[in-house]
């Protein structure tokens, strides 16, 4: 058919979700999914055990964070702001708030990072230290390069040794040795990794922990990323967490995706985050809005 009764079509989907076997059917013939843990496809991996740990932000938080949604909401009610200009200012502030709940230094850039003053570094030390108990291994996902070293360093004090942090500094000969290091049977905890750098094409099946210190925001990615972990030659249950911080903008997003991602995981199983900059402002500004 038509663009037009294309779109008619998919547009129906959400009242009558009945339209997806409809949809499968039509479009089963031209993709072909496999998926890993579909035992039928892949019988000898473990199981794959994913959650989302919910953390409280700190006093210094949620000062900072209130503060950064009062100055877009100031910003995006003022006059003359372009389209171009609106998303760079979107974007900008949505990486502000990821920054704060991540922790308060890493939005003013200082070197301290006590971990009391984070949510998610109190939660990242309860976990690891039953990891370290076990002597199991753990791979940390973040997004941003400028957290990799106080995050090890912050590991190395739990797990009484140092780790391995990768990113898109790491040289390439560097990456294999580390990896390679990794998975010897000389006991290396953990190992923080950029998702952009590591999200695929690395074998780090030593490790049958991932937590995601910060969300990508798109399922795919995340879960590319978990895959360094869970592929052929993971001999171990793997345990994924999430860190997730309560009554902000992190809380919203995750539950928008798992929403939206009924749509995608129902044809092909894609995801994504485009659709932020799209919202109108007083929707944006009711997402991001602190409710604690």
Not at 15 to 20: D, Q
Request: hydrophobic residues 35%.
């Amino acid at each position: 058919g038509t663009s037009e009764e294309f779109r008619d079509f998919t547009g129906q989907l959400e009242n009558h979700p009945e339209g997806y076997q409809r949809l499968k059917s039509m479009v089963s013939p031209f993709i072909l999914r496999r998926v890993k843990t579909d035992k039928s496809i892949i019988s000898d991996l473990p199981d794959k055990m994913e959650q989302v740990d919910y953390v409280r932000l700190s006093k210094k938080q949620i000062v900072l964070y209130r503060k950064q949604v009062s100055l877009l909401e100031q910003t995006l009610s003022g006059d003359g702001i372009s389209g171009m200009q609106r998303r760079g200012i979107v974007l900008a502030t949505i990486t502000k708030l990821k920054q704060i709940c991540n922790h308060p230094d890493q939005l003013m850039g200082l070197d301290g990072y006590d971990p009391k003053e984070s949510g998610k570094f109190e939660m990242l030390r309860e976990i690891c230290e039953t990891i370290s108990e076990k002597r199991e291994r753990v791979l940390v996902f973040t997004q941003y390069k400028e957290i990799a070293e106080y995050l090890s360093s912050f590991l190395a004090k739990i797990f009484g040794c140092k780790g391995f942090v990768l990113h898109g500094g790491t040289r390439i000969k560097r990456r294999t040795e580390m990896v390679e290091e990794f998975n010897s049977d000389e006991y290396i905890p953990y190992m923080v990794l950029s998702v952009k750098a590591a999200g695929t094409g690395l074998n780090l099946t030593a490790a049958n922990h991932v937590i995601h210190f910060d969300r990508w925001w798109n399922p795919a990615v995340e879960n590319q990323a978990t895959d360094r972990a869970f592929r052929i030659g993971q001999e171990k249950n793997v345990i994924v967490h999430k860190l997730v911080c309560e009554g902000t903008i992190e809380e919203r997003i995750d539950a928008l995706i798992n929403s939206k991602k009924e749509l995608a995981d129902n044809v092909i199983g894609a995801g994504g985050e485009n659709w932020i900059t799209e919202m109108g402002d007083r929707e944006l500004i009711d997402m991001m809005r602190l409710t604690v």
